[in-house]
């Protein structure tokens, strides 16, 4: 009997063995193969097709562990940011949404890359920079925590100056220009162009630990917004190519400012018009909107999308009517790498205390309330959904109307901005919300 027993311990602890967990917290260090390709293939692509320049005169790498900050502007930004670096490798801080799908779910893993909740406190998240920051490497984050649609600086979580104090360590940052001309954010494709990317040392190791929290997010603002150490451009950034430049860019610009009507505006080729008033604009290769003869309008997208945004805060008052929405929605798969799945259905109302959902969820009644002080920003895609993390939960909400998506996106930081007791993020660059 006993021997029998033996032989059965033994074969339990030998299928065991493989199920035994990693380590909470544990991050890889970035693949050196992966990277190496990603520098032999990708970054010459990249040099070629955007022209891409890079500018780090004024950088001095630390030889320890430091943080890397950068704007967010285009959907490539990661690889822009971190192969003019090579041989060093950075770990990335990346959103929860892109390690749902495959190949992804087995990519970013290899390359170091730690999951994020967008604007939700996220523990395993803080554990695994710090176990970074201890093991000497350097640290690649966009504060931003979202791709900037309109060419707007939009502020960061203000607990990034909180984090960057208590680590201790050197920071860089990294501004990247003409990226959102060449890959807009409102539609697919790549279009060559010029993109300039300039690094510049921002804090040292001393600094960030004499300096108060407030004003190290401020010198970050100034910094990441251009607003502060930008060199001036010789030639404007622009791309070489001229048909289609603007569809796509209704889902952004949804308001026009001659009628003061939302959701009348269409895109086709390089005009954006529109259906109510005729009021119309031509995107140019750099970026720029040229108004027709009675046009009403301004001439950058970052200013019109100011302007849409004070119009959208001019509707949030304390005994406002809620607005509600019926939707779909989507949550992650059970299996990994199955992304996001369709799960059910219901309505979400927004009011002055946050985010109301009621409705069905993998088959059963939910009830959910996403407090407006708990919800600072969103994560959206234009033209299909808007993102929730909240209490380490992640929903996406797909409205009715997938025009009203960027809506919901400006009414959430409206709303934070303007009942929430504690306001949790920087006010950006003229984004509207405060000036």
């Known amino acids: 009997m006993k021997i029998k027993r033996r032989i059965r311990l033994k074969k339990l602890r030998k299928f065991k063995r493989p199920l035994k967990l990693k380590r909470s917290g544990s991050v890889k260090h970035p693949n050196a193969a992966l990277y190496f390709a990603a520098y032999i293939f990708i970054y010459p692509f990249l040099k070629i097709r955007f022209r891409l320049k890079v500018q780090r005169s004024e950088l001095d790498l630390p030889k320890g562990p430091y943080i890397l900050l950068s704007n967010h502007v285009s959907m490539l930004d990661f690889l822009m940011v ?5 041989p060093k490798r950075l770990n990335a801080v990346t959103a929860q949404k892109w390690f749902l799908s495959k ?34 490497n350097g640290l690649l984050m966009f504060p931003e925590g979202r791709c900037s649609s309109s060419h707007v600086y939009v502020g960061m979580h203000k607990s990034t100056g909180k984090m960057i104090k208590k680590f201790g360590v050197p920071v860089i940052s990294c501004y990247i220009e003409g990226a959102e001309i060449c890959l807009p ?13 300039t690094y510049k040392n921002l804090f040292s190791a001393e600094e960030t630990k004499s300096l108060s929290v407030d004003e190290i997010n401020s010198a970050i603002d100034a910094r990441l917004s251009g607003e502060e150490g930008a060199e001036p451009i010789k030639k404007p950034f622009r791309t070489l190519h001229s048909n289609r430049l603007a569809e796509g860019l209704h889902y952004i610009l949804y308001f026009c400012p001659k009628c003061k ?6 895109s086709k080729g390089n005009i954006l018009r529109c259906t109510e008033c005729g009021n119309e604009a031509v995107l140019g290769k750099d970026g720029k909107l040229t ?26 008052y304390e005994d406002m009517e809620p607005i509600t929405e019926n939707v779909k929605v989507k949550i992650p798969s059970s299996v990994p790498g199955g992304g996001m799945v369709d799960s059910g259905f219901g309505t979400i109302r927004l009011d002055i205390k946050g985010w109301h959902f009621n409705g069905e969820i993998s088959g059963k009644k939910v009830s959910r309330f996403f407090p407006v002080e708990t919800v600072p920003a969103m994560s959206y895609d234009h033209d299909d959904n808007f993102q929730i993390y909240c209490g380490g939960e992640f929903f996406m909400f797909i409205p009715e109307d997938i025009r009203k998506c ?3 996106v400006i009414l959430a930081e409206g709303m934070h901005i303007k009942f929430s007791p504690t306001v949790l993020m920087t006010p950006g660059k003229n984004s509207g919300f405060t000036n």
């Open 291 to 316: 108004l027709t003869a009675d046009g009403v309008g301004e001439s950058e997208i970052s200013l019109w999308y100011k302007e849409q945004v004070q119009h959208e805060m001019l509707s949030l």
């Open 103 to 136: 190949p992804l779910n087995k990519i970013l893993p290899l390359m170091g890359c730690i999951p994020k909740n967008m604007f939700d406190p996220d523990v395993r998240s803080i554990i695994g920079m710090k176990t970074v920051i201890n093991r000497g």
């Open 82 to 86: 971190m192969l003019p670096l090579y």
């Open 406 to 408: 960027l809506k919901y």
């Open 185 to 197: 954010h409102w539609r697919k494709g790549l279009r060559s162009g010029r993109i300039r990317v």
């Open 261 to 266: 009507n939302e959701y009348t505006m269409e």
